[in-house]
């Protein structure tokens, strides 16, 4: 490696997985599964190579069987049609068709066994994807503008940007092995829909006149995260030219790998770091490394739109449209995909995109051929018309997959969703997210409504059940929404939401959204409603 493992210098703060990864770089399991596991088998993998499989972007699922989850990197969510049906036949052959997208633009599988890997990484490998690095202490799937190059509303088309990035720190040694888990997101879309307030390090589209010039670029975001210690990213003074990305990208991920902390794990992201230097120190620090940068210009950000596009929309290119659709919890299927690939290929641009509310959109269909693939029969459950409460609900993968979830998520939010739909009429959509653990992959903290799973105890034992959040937001009001009191237990949680938002309808004034409500009336108030339902 060519740099020096500073945080060796005293070993005695470190914690223990620190030595696991100094003994053996993470992406060294890679080989280690092609050559060795995969002819081996389950039994043969070691504990401290279990950990290490993330680098190779694969967990261990549950019940810990010999079954496997992987993600695939999808850059800035854009997919050509011979990249979705290689994803598709993999899910086909090996993970019961069984195709999950994140709330990070990322393609996740289920059910593989160690045994497919090789033949995975190399199917991947073959049409441009990888799963490496999607998941462990290194950088991982880049975010970004779902719509970048068709985009109305984007100030330049970043695609170039993130590929660069993405090139350059997917396995580089000199990076894979970071204090914690490290998340970018780059954007020019004016709102917000890489979500640059919960990621570690975001780029979000500004201007600054510059010797009399107005030159478009990005303003930057350091050390958003969520999980138990939720934070919102900073904004550094800095004015960043596209042709400066890569540079400002490298320079803070030097910063987190050389002072990020290493001695607890759940303290070990960046945002602790950046809570303690403060955004000043950090620019300093920063500024030691890359050089003298322009101060901070006019930010582009003028709202949040979560990242939702229902229906058909028109692209900045004359005559061509793209159609958003909603994937119910983010969950789809082989067959499914490839008949998208089929549609893009036959009306669009071939190209599926993925958003970071786990929903896809298809490009570059001409006007006079928009009812037309309107007509495909996929498009019916993978709906860009899709009823409210379904098109904005989130889902993590909740206890069926996942070691780390308390309770069952993904169906649960399905039944809650179309519970809502078929109970609630209601002009205003309102964002609901459910996880299963505090890690938060489902993004609760963000959400109009956020759920998170945990256990009561009953005179029938231990059941499902969650605490209610709400009043969450990104863009320039941010802030995490706020937790409720009293836990709902699972089977309740539909009648429960139902009664709160009518709540939000009766009391609300004309036009206002769930959240600007919720700042209004204040979150006591939905607590006192809350305490008033569970009564009963």
Same mark, same amino acid.
């Given at each position: 490696m060519a740099y020096e493992a500073v945080w060796m210098k005293d070993p005695s703060k470190l914690n223990k997985f620190e030595f696991v990864k100094i003994e053996k770089d993470g992406l060294d399991v890679i080989r280690t599964i092609i050559d060795?596991?995969?002819?081996?088998?389950?039994?043969?993998?070691?504990?401290?190579?279990?950990?290490?499989?993330?680098?190779?972007?694969?967990?261990?699922?549950?019940?810990?069987?010999?079954?496997f989850m992987m993600r695939v990197r999808i850059n800035t969510g854009i997919l050509t049609t011979a990249q979705a049906r290689a994803l598709a036949s993999?899910?086909?052959?090996?993970?019961?068709?069984?195709?999950?997208?994140?709330?990070?633009?990322?393609?996740?599988?289920?059910?593989l066994k160690v045994e497919n890997l090789p033949d995975i990484f190399s199917r991947l490998e073959a049409v441009g994807l990888y799963s490496y690095e999607a998941c462990g202490d290194c950088p991982r799937t880049i975010v970004g503008n779902p719509l970048a190059g068709i985009d109305k509303d984007e100030l330049m088309d970043t695609r170039e940007i993130v590929e660069q990035v993405n090139d350059f720190f997917l396995?580089?040694?000199?990076?894979?092995?970071?204090?914690?888990?490290?998340?970018?997101?780059?954007?020019?879309?004016?709102?917000?829909?890489?979500?640059?307030?919960?990621?570690?390090?975001?780029?979000?589209?500004?201007?600054?006149?510059?010797?009399?010039?107005?030159?478009?670029?990005?303003?930057?975001?350091?050390?958003?995260?969520?999980?138990?210690?939720?934070?919102?990213?900073?904004?550094?003074?800095?004015?960043?030219?596209?042709?400066?990305?890569?540079?400002?990208?490298?320079?803070?991920?030097?910063?987190?790998?050389?002072?990020?902390?290493?001695?607890?794990?759940?303290?070990?992201?960046?945002?602790?770091?950046? $809570?303690?230097?403060?955004?000043? &120190?950090?620019? #300093?620090? %920063?500024?030691?490394?890359?050089? @003298?940068?322009? /101060?901070?210009?006019?930010?582009?950000?003028?709202?949040?739109?979560?990242?939702?596009?229902?229906?058909?929309?028109?692209?900045?290119?004359?005559?061509?449209?793209?159609?958003?659709?909603?994937?119910?919890?983010?969950?789809?299927?082989?067959?499914?995909f490839?008949?998208?690939?089929?549609?893009?290929?036959?009306?669009?641009?071939?190209?599926?995109?993925?958003?970071?509310?786990?929903?896809?959109?298809? $490009?570059?269909?001409?006007?006079? &051929?928009?009812? #037309?693939? %309107?007509?495909?029969?996929?498009? @019916?459950?993978? /709906?860009?018309?899709?009823?409210?409460?379904?098109?904005?609900?989130?889902?993590?993968?909740?206890?069926?997959?996942?070691?780390?979830?308390?309770?069952?998520?993904?169906?649960?939010?399905?039944?809650?969703?179309?519970?809502?739909?078929?109970n609630v009429q209601l002009d205003e959509k309102i964002r609901i997210h459910f996880i299963g653990c505090p890690n938060a992959c489902g993004q609760k903290h963000i959400a109009d409504i956020g759920l998170q799973g945990a256990l009561v105890k009953t005179p029938e034992g231990m059941v499902d059940a969650f605490d209610i959040a709400v009043g969450g937001i990104l863009g320039p009001e941010a802030k995490f929404n706020t937790t409720l009191k009293g836990r709902v237990k699972g089977d309740d949680v539909g009648g429960v939401l139902a009664k709160l938002i009518l709540f939000y309808k009766e009391g609300r004034q004309a036009g206002e959204s769930f959240h600007h409500y919720v700042n209004r009336v204040g979150a006591p108030a939905f607590q006192e409603k809350l305490n008033e339902i569970l009564a009963v």
């Open positions: 060795q596991y995969a002819n081996e088998g389950y039994d043969a993998i070691t504990e401290d190579d279990m950990n290490r499989f993330k680098w190779a972007g694969v967990y261990e699922q549950k019940p810990r069987d010999g079954h993999i899910a086909r052959d090996y993970g019961r068709d069984l195709i999950d997208v994140t709330t990070r633009q990322a393609v996740q599988y289920h059910w396995m580089n040694r000199d990076f894979s092995n970071l204090p914690r888990k490290y998340k970018m997101s780059i954007s020019a879309n004016i709102y917000n829909n890489a979500h640059a307030e919960i990621n570690d390090l975001a780029f979000t589209p500004a201007t600054k006149v510059i010797d009399g010039e107005e030159v478009i670029g990005f303003h930057v975001y350091v050390g958003g995260g969520l999980s138990a210690k939720p934070h919102l990213a900073k904004e550094l003074d800095l004015f960043v030219r596209p042709e400066d990305v890569l540079k400002v990208a490298i320079g803070v991920t030097t910063i987190f790998r050389d002072f990020g902390y290493r001695e607890k794990r759940h303290q070990a992201r960046l945002k602790f770091l950046v $809570a303690d230097w403060g955004p000043e &120190k950090f620019l #300093e620090k %920063l500024t030691e490394i890359i050089g @003298e940068m322009p /101060s901070r210009g006019e930010s582009k950000i003028v709202g949040w739109n979560a990242v939702y596009y229902d229906g058909v929309y028109p692209q900045k290119e004359e005559g061509l449209n793209f159609i958003g659709l909603n994937v119910p919890v983010g969950r789809t299927n082989s067959d499914e490839e008949q998208l690939a089929d549609i893009a290929d036959q009306f669009g641009d071939g190209t599926i995109r993925t958003t970071m509310s786990q929903n896809l959109i298809l $490009a570059g269909i001409p006007a006079d &051929k928009v009812e #037309e693939a %309107l007509q495909a029969p996929v498009l @019916e459950r993978l /709906s860009p018309n899709a009823k409210p409460f379904m098109s904005r609900t989130v889902s993590c993968t909740g206890n069926e997959f996942c070691n780390l979830a308390v309770v069952e998520t993904k169906e649960r939010a399905r039944r809650v969703a179309e519970y809502l739909d078929e």
